[in-house]
């Protein structure tokens, strides 16, 4: 793992518009990256035609984009970000399946193809998008903290320094969250 400085030096070069910092940036973040991105693509329905790879690829350049005016404060808001934008990339992807044009909630399957195990329920990723933004219109920590912990991968005391507030703090903004979240999005 690259040095923090060494990260948020490139971030900041990045930042004064140095046509080489994203492409020394990209090996130093890209590991981590691919894990974050392991991690949503797992929490997303099978059949998925977006790859880890490509996700990372999509939130790299949509993060390293010089003709949108971004600021990274350290590697933890970088990483925040980049779990943001991967956030928004599969809630676009989402978004575009459902359309009637797309077919909807509507798939073929062959006969041979149903599986008659009965598997766990899965994630909705517009579910818990609608239900984040009502979170965020409530008590927008709140909101940031879901947003760190599950798109970023950030462990609670990671996040609590992150947004300023003492780990005991956090701990109970991410009890509250997430029991807020499963009754609003089983309602």
């Known amino acids: 793992m690259a040095l923090m400085s060494d990260v948020t030096q490139i971030l900041a070069d990045v930042d004064q518009g140095d046509p080489t910092a994203a492409e020394q940036l990209l090996p130093l973040v890209y590991e981590e990256l691919r894990q974050l991105a392991g991690q949503k693509m797992a929490q997303e329905t099978p059949g ?3 790859q880890a790879t490509a996700l990372v690829h999509e939130a790299y350049l949509r993060l390293v984009d010089t003709k949108t005016a971004q600021r990274w404060d350290s ?8 779990a943001e934008a991967m956030h928004r990339i599969l809630v676009d992807i989402a978004r575009r399946k459902r359309r009637h044009k797309h077919g909807g909630d509507l798939r073929r399957l062959a006969l041979s193809d149903v599986d ?9 990723i517009l579910a818990l998008d609608d239900a984040l933004e009502k979170l965020r219109r409530k008590d927008p920590r ?3 903290l879901v947003k760190l912990r599950f798109f970023a991968g950030l462990t609670n005391r990671q996040a609590a320094k992150l947004l ?3 780990p ?13 979240l499963r009754v609003e999005m089983t309602t």
Do not use: C, N
């Open 48 to 50: 998925q035609t977006l």
């Open 75 to 82: 590697r933890a808001h970088f990483f925040a970000a980049a």
């Open 116 to 124: 008659a195990e009965i598997v766990g329920p899965e994630l909705d």
């Open 142 to 144: 709140k909101a940031e």
């Open 164 to 166: 300023g507030v003492a």
């Open 168 to 180: 005991s703090t956090a701990d109970l903004d991410w009890a509250y969250a997430k029991s807020w």
